[in-house]
């Protein structure tokens, strides 16, 4: 693919995956719940090109509102992290001394622990169901952002034109709104959609595990988890939902992949993946 | 601040280490106390008699102030005493050191394998920037990055042992019982950490490789008629090495913790799979033990990564 070509793919893959979710209730689908027992197990055929699962329910109509789940999930951590990491980051940043201390220091201790394990023990105190998770996913990701933005912030508040702006008199609030803010923009536009791209994992592995969306919801992680049943008679009940959770994921990806080359053509890899 | 000496700097970064262990210690014990209602009666459920709610309620110490409780759990952490497991009536220290083994040989398989997989594909891509084995290389990393890994695991038990019966689906068998049967049973689960992880060192040690290939040293290298491979081994390699050794860390760090989803798919007895039947039992005294024993186990292996490059490196000690 071509240097332009890899990122408007991922935009097209996460825009069309967005609206068909938007639009689920409304597309000609069938619905995602109803359960009808002589269909049940149906291989893929040409009206239902994903099968049908244990309960007759057709897995086409189930994987795409599940991306309602799955891509609400991913919006609202990232978008809640990025509003709460992000101003902390540029305090942290701008301030320096003490100040970043008290603010990156119990951020750091979030960030000790590894992301799934804090989610999951974040869930054992929450409960289940998908606002609870985008909740838990947004404390995990919020020290990550405030990272991100307080390393951009540091790197740009030394700039001449930062300087310049300065001695022309800029009061501060000028400075961090036309000056350092903007240029911290980007690499928190990269980590955003990383994380966008985590949080489908996420919320497809917890749900998986039963410790993230509860059914009768269609989620991708629940339908993998009911398939694992039905692994020989009805393979497709494991393969699609599977297919649908790396296709959202790879459009994310390839979204920040895109954005890292616009902001930065030398280096290959670098916004911080948390495993 | 430049420190000079290496053991200097091992001892500060192991210093810092203190309180952010203390911090984790206060995190995870105040989520537990969260939990809404009375703890012993939300952990004993259905089967809450008056009696057994004031036993455990006695047994967890629940009548005390809080931190009087905390100053508990932690000196008995001290000492290594993780407290009592009331369901199983096991001590939680034992169940974890009965389960690390399983959790340890799983890490240390996949890490072979994600480095046996990772660095050549990190090297094809990085050799010749946008040539054919470049292209390849990212186009695999990206969907491997993109591969939830639980699915591929899911998708290896489909192929490789339902339907090719090659390799069993799931469960554990001791190394000291039979290390083929082991083996065997490790197999998949190793594989199907180790391909994940390889797409992400893969993707950053091509990164990596890019990076140095251009700085001077390599190009004068080159203008005085080294050959490729001597290139490649002798300036390239050691130079890139920290970002991939430091990613290896990480990855390492997270299937000691976080490997909970392929524990749990594989049905192997480790301290993930440990951990998500205490959150599914809302077993709190273990899943808090638990939760920091693995966090700890993540930040150690960490801090070990960042002292082993401070030490190959003198630049990284002065930060």
């Known amino acids: 693919m071509s240097r332009a070509g890899a990122p408007l793919a991922g935009i097209a893959i996460v825009l069309a ?33 994903f099968g049908r699962d244990d309960l007759g329910r057709s897995l086409l109509s189930r994987v ?21 990491g992000g101003p902390l980051g540029v305090i942290a940043g701008y301030a320096e001394g003490w100040f970043d201390q008290l603010i990156m220091r119990p951020l750091d201790i979030l960030m000790a622990f590894p992301a799934v394990l804090l989610a999951i023990a974040l869930m054992s105190v929450f409960g289940t169901g998908a606002v609870l998770l985008s909740i838990a996913l947004a404390v995990v990701y919020t020290p990550v952002m ?11 508040k030394v700039e001449v034109y930062v300087d310049g702006a300065r001695a022309l008199g800029a009061t501060v609030p000028r400075l961090l709104a036309s000056h350092i803010v903007p240029n911290a923009a980007t690499p928190m536009l990269v980590q955003i959609s990383v994380l966008m791209a985590i949080s489908v994992l996420i919320e497809a592995a917890l749900s998986f595990l039963g410790v993230g969306v509860r059914p009768p919801t269609p989620s991708l992680g629940l339908m993998l988890a009911d398939g694992r049943g039905f692994m020989l008679q ?35 890899v670098g916004a911080s993946r948390r495993g | 601040m430049a420190t000079s000496s290496p053991w200097l700097y091992a001892a500060r970064r192991l210093a810092l280490a203190v309180p952010l262990l203390l911090g984790m210690s206060v995190l995870v014990f105040g989520l537990m106390r969260l ?3 009375d703890p012993a009666v939300v952990i004993l459920g259905y089967k ?10 006695e047994a967890w110490h629940l009548d005390e102030p809080l931190p009087r409780q905390y100053l508990r759990w932690i000196g008995g952490l001290a000492r290594g005493d993780f407290g009592l497991d009331f369901r199983q009536n096991e001590p939680i220290g034992q169940m974890i050191r009965d389960r690390l083994p399983v959790t340890i040989e799983l890490t240390l398989l996949a890490t072979a394998g994600t480095v046996l997989i990772g660095i050549p594909l990190g090297l094809a891509g990085g050799a010749r920037r946008r040539g054919v084995a470049d292209r390849a290389t990212s186009a695999l990393g990206l969907i491997g990055v993109s591969i939830p890994d639980f699915w591929l695991g899911i998708m ?20 000291v019982e039979s290390p083929r049967e082991n083996l065997l049973h490790l197999l998949l689960p190793a594989l199907t950490l180790a391909i994940s992880r390889a797409a992400v060192l893969g993707r950053l040690s091509r990164a990596a490789v890019l990076d140095v290939a251009q700085r001077g040293f390599v190009q004068f290298a080159r203008a005085k008629g080294l050959g490729e491979g001597a290139i490649l081994f002798r300036h390239i390699l050691p130079n890139a090495a920290i970002p991939i050794v430091t990613i290896l860390g990480l990855q390492v760090g997270y299937m000691l913790g976080g490997a909970i989803v392929v524990e749990m798919l ?26 920091l024993a693995i966090g700890a186990m993540f930040m150690l292996v960490n801090l070990v990564t960042d002292i082993l490059y401070g030490v190959i490196d003198p630049r990284v000690r002065g930060r």
């Open chain 1, 17 to 49: 995956l967005a609206l068909a979710a938007v639009l689920a209730p409304h597309l000609p689908l069938g619905s995602p719940t109803d359960i009808s027992k002589d269909l049940a197990l149906h291989a893929p055929a040409v009206g239902e090109p």
């Open chain 1, 64 to 84: 795409i509102h599940a991306y309602r789940v799955s891509l609400g999930v991913a919006v609202t951590s990232a978008l809640l992290a990025a509003l709460i």
């Open chain 1, 146 to 156: 405030a990272r991100v933005t307080r390393a951009a912030v540091l790197a740009t």
């Open chain 1, 234 to 268: 009805a393979p497709w009940m494991v393969i699609f939902p599977g297919l649908g959770i790396m296709l959202a994921v790879l459009g994310f990806n390839l979204v920040a992949d895109g954005l890292r080359d616009w902001f930065d053509p030398q280096a290959g």
């Open chain 2, 35 to 37: 939990v809404p209602g």
């Open chain 2, 48 to 57: 809450a008699t008056p009696d057994g709610v004031r036993a455990l309620r």
């Open chain 2, 156 to 175: 290896l038990i489909l192929g490789l042992s339902l339907f090719a019966g090659l390799l069993p689906s799931g469960g554990f068998v001791p190394l």
């Open chain 2, 266 to 291: 594989f049905t192997l007895p480790g301290v993930g799979h440990m951990t998500l039947d205490a959150v599914l039992e809302r077993n709190y005294p273990v899943v808090q033990s638990t939760v």
